[in-house]
């Protein structure tokens, strides 16, 4: 027996014995006249040459179903939580499916139904978010439904839900059935990002990184189109060539780039993409441009045009940078005069300003030894003068005490006397003199240190 759970694998011819049925094992049984039984454990059956063979389980959670086809040609589909054996004696197959969990109102499935409809949620005919639904309706006529999220779809018996298979684009190609899916989006700004090759009017080649904003408008429409993507790629690729005829590749090799980037993002530019997405449904609302690629050809082209142009530039660049070198030589050279000139002039008027206090200068300083030698002579004379004073007043006294002035003039000490003493100032003292007084009334003569 052992602690391993049997499953479908498992099946032995027993002569005679017997097996014991674990509890969460189930078993199918024919004896010897191929009558059959199915033995849900625990059990221990005894078998007198009879076949055994364990059933496999099948379980289904609560987000899943189990789909049973019975051998009487009757299908079932039993929602989890739920668990099943599965006989061969009864079963044709039995397994088990995950649900369609639609997380929100913007997803939705398009439900075709092969006999009566299920009970299901179906949106009766008008819009969701906006999306026209047209043809799609919950009636018991309708071959299909559409069934909105936010829900968990189990289908019914009967009920099949359709599977889109769109096509992919990578890089500048588009591959068939490359998007296989169950679950529609109908949000807003869905975004289509893809290369878009261009052909130029003389043959040249380049390549547009283009991403455009949508949403659709129809639901019906885009389930009818089968494929809208390679429609709406076919669309795109007549807009690419009636675009490429309008414009040269001269235009490109120089540099006029955003000229052509500001067409390519204005949707008149893509009238066919614009038809090819309301046919199936979906309206285009805006593109951009992300880049914008040449080919290896006019990239070699752009390159040995830009480059002759480069080398042109330096040369007129040169060619300027050298004119524009000689003028500021010129200009330096003629400020460089003008400030000399003006140079010159200032220091021949500092020159004859120095001159000027110079000569002031000079002339105070003469005035002033002139101020200084009068000053000097002044004092001088005036000191002569009270010198003079004094050796008059001296004589004068000598002789109003009756001293004979020639006697004492004619002497060692009058003379030496006389010799400070203007002559004038002693003539005048002469005369003052008048007549000699008598001798004896004469004072006695003193004599005075000189």
């Not at 369609?100 to 092969?114: K, T």
């Not at 090799?253 to 449904?281: D, H, K, N, W, Y």
Request: proline letters at 3%.
């Amino acid at each position: 027996m052992g602690i391993t759970f049997r499953s479908g694998g498992y099946e032995r011819r027993v002569r005679f014995g017997g097996r014991t049925i674990k509890d969460g094992e189930a078993a199918a049984i024919w004896d010897v006249r191929g009558r059959h039984r199915q033995v849900v454990g625990p059990s221990r059956q005894w078998m007198y040459s009879s076949t055994i063979r364990f059933l496999t389980r099948h379980k289904a959670e609560s987000h899943q179903y189990i789909a049973i086809r019975h051998r009487s040609g009757v299908v079932e589909h039993t929602r989890g939580p739920a668990s099943i054996y599965e006989n061969p004696a009864l079963h044709d197959s039995v397994a088990v499916h995950d649900g369609i969990q639609l997380a929100s109102n913007s997803e939705c499935i398009i439900v075709y139904c092969d006999s009566a409809p299920a009970a299901e949620p179906a949106a009766a005919g008008g819009k969701i978010d906006g999306i026209t639904l047209g043809e799609i309706t919950a009636s018991e006529q309708a071959p299909k439904r559409c069934i909105k999220g936010p829900t968990l779809f189990m289908p019914a018996v009967g009920e099949r839900v359709h599977e889109f298979e769109w096509s992919g684009t990578k890089d500048t190609t588009i591959a068939a059935k490359q998007n296989v899916f169950k679950v529609l989006h109908t949000d807003s700004n869905r975004l289509w990002k893809l290369q878009l090759p261009v052909t130029t009017n003389d043959s040249m080649e380049f390549t547009v990184t283009l991403v455009f904003t949508y949403h659709m408008a129809s639901l019906d429409k885009c389930t009818l189109s089968m494929d809208p993507i390679q429609k709406m790629y076919s669309g795109l690729m007549a807009d690419s060539q009636a675009f490429g005829n309008s414009v040269p590749s001269e235009q490109l090799r120089a540099g006029q780039q955003e000229a052509v980037i500001s067409r390519l993002a204005s949707l008149r530019t893509f009238p066919f993409l614009c038809a090819a997405a309301e046919a199936c449904g979906f309206c285009i609302d805006s593109v951009q441009v992300l880049g914008l690629k040449y080919s290896a050809k006019l990239q070699k082209q752009s390159d040995s045009e830009q480059q002759l142009a480069a080398t042109l530039r330096a040369e007129l660049a040169e060619k300027t940078q050298r004119r524009e070198l000689h003028e500021l030589e010129l200009e330096d050279r003629r400020k460089r005069i003008e400030q000399e000139a003006e140079l010159e002039q200032r220091q021949v008027e500092v020159t004859a300003r120095l001159e000027e206090e110079s000569h002031a200068m000079k002339m105070a300083a003469v005035e002033r030894r002139l101020a200084l030698q009068r000053f000097e002579a002044e004092d001088t004379l005036a000191i002569a003068q009270k010198k003079d004073e004094a050796v008059l007043s001296f004589l004068r006294s000598l002789k109003s005490e009756g001293v004979d002035m020639t006697q004492f003039l004619c002497s060692e000490t009058g003379m030496r006397v006389c010799s400070s003493t203007s002559a004038v100032r002693l003539m005048g003292v002469g005369k003052q003199g008048g007549g000699a007084r008598d001798s004896d009334s004469a004072p006695r003569a003193v004599a005075y240190p000189v």
